[in-house]
């Protein structure tokens, strides 16, 4: 039996028909996954403005947080803790106030270790990457393609067993746990994004750069260091890019191999995460934009590429 009453009330949906139709949906459901995906991320910045430490109501704007956390000066956040309502005298307040700021100094230092590890993992994989790429690009041999598949594994592996099998290889090789161990772990997973963006570039090298080079009398090192590589500059700077955002954000691989004393952000955020503060939610921000930064920099250079392999020389 038909259920008439159902496709009636369906009939007068506002819905457009035909593929106008379909793609409504398909966008309404994009939208519906994007606020899905960023609306936490949303509310963790607005929440680094409140003028109140209990993050669960909304207060009012202010800076006290960014504030504090740059100068370091509890006296910035009185004001704001005497918002709770629990916290009535100025005694209490004060010592409050220097409780959250004594959170600071750890936080500013795994920042610091995180931009250490991610430079220098960065810089690595871009030699690495770059070369590789050329390598694979330029010449065949045997395994040739075994090798360019197995680049990709460190992409596809899970990080906990990544991180698992990586300590394995320290304690094994007797690499001391540090800075060292850190880097290392990074470069493994960060150089094959850098390789995979320049075997991009390459797919549309004309092979007459490199000959005509050559036929003017430079050496295949020259021709590649004078002609190859600035033409795949953009790729280089955009997987740089896509790398130094991973090692930035990256938790598992980091947690495995870390050095006694040494986090990086993420780690000591998860650490602070058992006594929260609203530090938390400013260096998150903070993190959150140098990381949109980094991405919207590596799309800028992608689109970049994919503009000079298009047009006409």
């Known amino acids: 039996m038909t259920n008439v009453s159902g496709n009636s009330w369906l009939s007068r949906l506002p819905i457009p028909g035909g593929m106008k139709g379909v793609m409504t949906l398909l966008g309404l459901w994009t939208g519906v ?3 899905f995906l960023y609306l936490p991320i949303i509310v963790l910045v607005a929440f680094s403005f409140n003028a109140r430490e209990n993050n669960v109501v909304w207060k009012g704007f202010s800076t006290a947080w960014y504030t504090a956390f740059f100068t370091q000066d509890s006296k910035a956040l009185e004001d704001v803790v005497g918002n ?21 100094p750890k936080l500013r230092e795994s920042i610091s270790n995180s931009a250490i590890i991610a430079v220098a993992s960065t810089a690595i994989s871009v ?44 304690v094994t090789a007797g690499i001391q746990l540090g800075y060292t161990s850190m880097i290392l772990a990074h470069v493994t997973f960060c150089f094959p994004y850098v390789l995979i963006t320049v075997q991009a570039r390459l797919a549309g090298l004309d092979p007459s750069l490199e000959e005509a080079a050559m036929d003017l009398g430079a050496t295949p090192a020259q021709a590649f260091r004078l002609v190859i590589l600035p033409y795949l500059w953009p790729g280089v700077i955009s997987g740089a890019l896509m790398a130094m ?25 998860y650490n602070s995460v058992r006594r929260p503060t609203p530090m938390l939610n400013v260096v998150s921000t ?11 920099l590596a799309e800028f250079f992608k689109r970049r590429s994919a503009v000079q392999m298009v047009s006409p020389r």
């Not at 050329?134 to 990544?162: G, S």
């Not at 991973?246 to 870390?258: A, E, H, P, W």
């Open 84 to 104: 709770m309502s629990p916290i009535k005298s100025e005694s209490g307040r004060a010592n409050r106030a220097k409780a959250i700021v004594s959170t600071v």
């Open 33 to 35: 996954v994007l606020l």
């Open 245 to 269: 955002t991973l090692s930035l954000d990256d938790f598992v691989v980091t947690y495995f191999c870390k050095g006694e004393g040494i986090n990086t952000l993420p780690i000591e955020v």
């Open 127 to 170: 030699v690495l990457g770059t070369g590789g790429a050329w390598l694979i690009h330029r010449y065949r041999y045997r395994f040739h393609q075994a090798i360019n598949t197995l680049v990709a594994v460190p992409m596809i592996v899970p990080e906990i067993i990544m991180g698992v099998s990586l300590l394995v290889f320290f």
């Open 286 to 296: 903070l993190l959150v934009i140098g990381t949109m930064i980094l991405v919207l």
